[in-house]
């Protein structure tokens, strides 16, 4: 099975420090090698803003991530044994067994998939159902893949083509002359002669009367010659003489092996789709009777792998760092069944994440985690590329609003000065530059103003959505108030939240406008200036993390 890969990934509706410090810290891990094979990715759209940066940082945005469970695409066995339709028993017995497996799936002759195979499949092809009367001798088989499976010799009439199958009755010439030939007149009579099969060794007599009674095949065992005149004959009369070196009571035991894999195998079979995460079909496919599931893309009957039942046991997981976030209710989906192994944050502790096995953890009250992956650098001495750097700039000057927000702490400070060095940027220029991109306000439809940066959170067991829009003037909020006031009523009803929270902060002047919709007792307890029955203004507000947050928080617990 292939390795899972591993990720850092910010949270969901990523902001400038989330992504910028997803790239930041894979870059680091690839540096160092620690994770040579780190990816940055995000669970989310990325802002205007931050698109600005990464254009001109010259980097591509980071993968996208919707689910982060394992699905049977990464853990299925690319490299599958399998038969097609037109093997024989032996063909497929050996595959088996040469790979000590017991099952296989079945293609047709498009390289469509079309069957299963079990080991206990094959014995329908050894074993006749019927144990009385003609049946016991009947066999359904190709005559040229009877050559093939005895290497034997066609010395008569021409074979068929491979494909073409037909029912032959085994009669072993063992017996006398005489029996031999009386058997032969009875089929005769019976009107079934042109399907017998006549096995025999060195005994020219019995290989003429097959001949005379017009049966379809002979087989001559051992090795034994046929003579030049018998071939001669059979090929007028049309029938075929095959000549191998397996003694009679082989060369009979190999016929039935020579018997096709599309009489037995199992028509009515379960696929799995690529995407299908391994904790549902755990559920799904445990009760079944089958043990091999075919792995294939939607819509299509071509296998990309195969998985079996004990593939589903403890599937192995894929490897998160968590950045800019520690909390289950902000990560992308499926992060239960994650590993997560590293979490670097300047947010407050949330309390339901989880891991088997200890971690590395990181979380200060900073004022962007680009920060903290930019100390990282420093005590490594890793030096950043100016990309990255770049990068790491954004992150800081966004959730700082370049040093001036009172998260800013001397480490922001710090990093900041060292970090704009090595991308060859003037920090004051830049923040100009980077907020003047692209007015949301002004221009995003109401559910990107609500989505672009928001985040959820859990406080006394209420549910609760800050959506934070930063801005360098709120003329343009006036004219909008109204439909982002109704997206966001829809957002509460729909997700049903006890609070949902849009904060439209200006980053020059310093205060934000704040709507509101939630629970009655809690929004009057909020320690803003209330405009109206949903709108308040909050002076010198600014930050969502020291100063939003909180005030909610307060409000929640002075409401009970």
């Known amino acids: 099975m292939p390795k899972t890969p591993f990720y850092v990934i910010g949270h969901k509706n990523p902001d400038t420090d989330a992504i ?9 891990l690839r540096a160092s090698g620690e994770e040579p094979d780190a990816i940055a990715a995000r669970c989310g759209e990325i802002s205007q803003r931050t698109k600005w940066v990464l254009e001109r940082a010259k980097l591509e945005a980071p993968v996208l991530l919707t689910d982060v469970r394992v699905n049977a695409g990464m ?6 044994i399998k038969v097609s339709v037109a093997d024989t028993f032996l063909t497929a017995y050996r595959r088996m067994l040469a790979a000590e497996i017991r099952c296989v799936p079945v293609e047709d002759h498009d390289g469509n998939l079309c069957g299963i195979l079990r080991y206990f499949d094959l014995l329908k092809l050894l074993l006749p159902a019927d144990t009385e009367g003609l049946s016991v001798r009947m066999v359904h088989v190709s005559l040229a893949k009877l050559a093939d499976t005895l290497q034997a010799e066609n010395v008569g009439a021409q074979l068929p083509s491979q494909e073409f199958e037909e029912d032959l009755i ?11 030939d009386k058997r032969l007149q009875q089929a005769a009579q019976d009107g079934n002669v042109g399907k017998f099969l ?6 020219p007599i019995v290989q003429r009367y097959a001949i005379d009674h017009g049966a379809r095949a002979l087989l001559v065992t051992g090795g034994n010659p046929v003579p030049k005149e018998i071939c001669a004959y059979a090929a007028r009369k049309g029938v075929i003489v095959l000549r191998c070196q397996q003694d009679t009571a082989s060369a009979s035991t190999l016929i039935r092996c020579s018997r096709t894999v599309r009489h037995v195998m199992e028509k009515n079979f379960l696929t799995v789709g690529l995407s ?12 079944l009777d089958q043990d091999l599931f075919p792995v294939v893309d939607s819509g299509s009957l071509v296998m990309t792998g195969v998985i079996s039942k004990s593939d589903l046991v403890d599937p192995p997981r894929i490897r998160l760092a968590l950045v800019d976030h520690n909390e289950y209710a902000q990560a992308v989906n499926g992060v239960e069944e994650a590993e997560i192994t590293e979490v670097i944050d300047h947010h407050r502790l949330a309390g339901d994440l989880v891991s088997r096995e200890p971690i590395r953890y990181l979380n200060e009250p900073v004022g962007s985690t680009c920060t903290l992956v930019g100390r990282k650098f420093f005590h490594r001495k890793i030096t950043p590329t100016p990309s990255v750097a770049m990068c790491l700039c954004a992150g800081i000057v966004s959730d700082t609003l370049c040093l001036t927000s009172p998260t800013t702490t001397l480490l922001d400070r710090e990093m900041l000065t060292w970090l704009s060095a090595m991308a060859g940027v003037d920090p004051n220029k830049f923040t100009d530059e980077f907020f003047a991109v692209g007015s949301l306000i002004a221009t995003g439809t109401p559910e990107e103003i609500l989505n672009a940066d928001r985040k959820e959170f859990t406080e006394q067991g209420l549910s609760v959505s800050i959506s934070q829009v930063e801005e360098r003037d709120l003329h343009g909020f006036a004219a909008r108030r109204d439909e982002l006031e109704a997206m966001l009523k829809k957002l509460y009803y729909r997700e049903n939240y006890d609070l949902a929270v849009l904060a439209v902060t200006d980053v020059a002047l310093h205060h934000s406008m ?11 307890k909020l320690p803003f200036e209330q405009i109206d029955h ?6 010198g507000v600014v930050s969502r993390k020291r100063q939003i947050f909180p005030a909610i928080c307060e409000a929640i617990h002075h409401s009970r």
């Open 20 to 28: 910028c410090s997803a790239i930041g810290y894979a870059s680091l």
């Open 75 to 80: 853990v299925c066995h690319r490299k599958i």
């Open 170 to 180: 085994l009669l072993v010439g063992a017996s006398s002359q005489a029996t031999v």
């Open 198 to 203: 006549v096995i025999c060794g060195d005994r």
């Open 276 to 287: 299908e995460p391994i904790s549902v079909l755990r559920k799904r496919l445990t009760p």
């Open 514 to 524: 704040i709507l509101a919709i939630g629970q009655e007792a809690v929004l009057m």
């Open 534 to 539: 949903s709108l308040f203004h909050a002076p």
